[in-house]
């Protein structure tokens, strides 16, 4: 079984198809026909780390396996390396060996696109993305060929960042309004967009505490209990949604941090249906901590499109 790169990987799972199938997933999650153990993490040394995160469903079996190597830049390697296997689970035959940051970084996107689909109210026509790494750039590519949108906010730590990442993006998308912006020099009410999407490791909140209330905020770079990207005020005045609730009571440092009532958090799939045409209207604070079940979405989708099912 050849592994395919990373570029393969990415033209078997346009975002249509795939935020079909993880609205799908989400769905499958909560009724319990999915089975998705929490990733396990296991120590590679002192600075390293082994990731693997399965998802068995009646049809398909993807694994994921990442390892986590900070000093990788020395050796000329990325830091996320990794893979995603597919399996037929009725026989356990192996069917394909995805590549695990690319699967990683568009499920992740699939899932925002999901959420702005679902919670937005109204269709978004522009966005602020705080952070200018390789998630900021995947999501900025979504949503261009998500929703056909044409302007956007780039926010990062240095100007110089945000102009670099707005030129790239200009290069790619023909048409494309990029406006480049210090992270630190938002207005508390940030810039007057349909949705602002954090992507960042940050320690302390990076969006605006004062959005308006037709602005869907979406935190989606901080992953562990110690960071946070949502802050206290916004999400004290918002309904908050997650993609999956009992991973975010204890990865989701924003709502950690802000000491959420955990009672009134509510996951993603309970707000599908057949039609979200009738947009709701309340403010939201949407958080996404990842799933397995967001892997093995992509799995199907990579499938169908091969003509292997």
Sequence with gaps: ?????????????????????IAHAAQELASGA??????????MGAANTLLCMPAVA??????????????????????????????????GRRLMLLDGPTVTARRTAAVTL?????????????????????QAATHADALINYFGM???WIAGEEL?????????????????????????????????????????TAKAPVIPPQLPDATLAIGVGAFRPDMAELPAALLGKRRIVVDYLKGARHEAGDLLQA??????????????????????????????????????????VALQRCGRR
Excluded at 163 to 188: E, W
């Design 58 to 91: 009646p049809d398909l079996t993807a694994i994921k396996i990442v390892t986590v190597h900070t000093n990788n830049a020395a050796h000329s390697l990325p830091a996320i390396q990794g893979e995603v296997i597919v399996l037929d689970t009725a026989t």
């Design 114 to 134: 999901l959420a702005i689909k679902t919670l937005s109210p109204r269709e978004p026509r522009s966005a602020l993305i705080i952070g200018t790494g390789a």
């Design 1 to 21: 079984m050849t592994p395919l790169s990373s570029e393969e990987t990415a033209a078997l799972l346009p975002y249509p198809e795939l935020v079909a199938a």
């Design 259 to 300: 000491g959420v009532d955990w009672t009134t958090v509510t996951e993603l799939s309970a707000h599908l249906g057949p039609d979200v045409s009738s947009r709701d209207h309340t403010p939201t604070a949407f958080k996404s901590v990842g799933h397995a079940s967001w892997d093995l979405a992509a799995a199907r």
């Design 150 to 152: 044409r302007s956007l």
């Design 34 to 43: 999915v089975n998705a153990p929490e990733r396990l993490a296991v120590p």
């Design 160 to 200: 110089p960042l945000a102009q670099t990442f707005c030129d790239k993006l200009r290069s790619a998308h023909a048409g494309i309004d990029a406006v480049p912006v210090k992270a630190s020099t938002l207005a508390p009410t940030g810039a007057d967009t349909d949705v602002v999407i954090a992507l960042t």
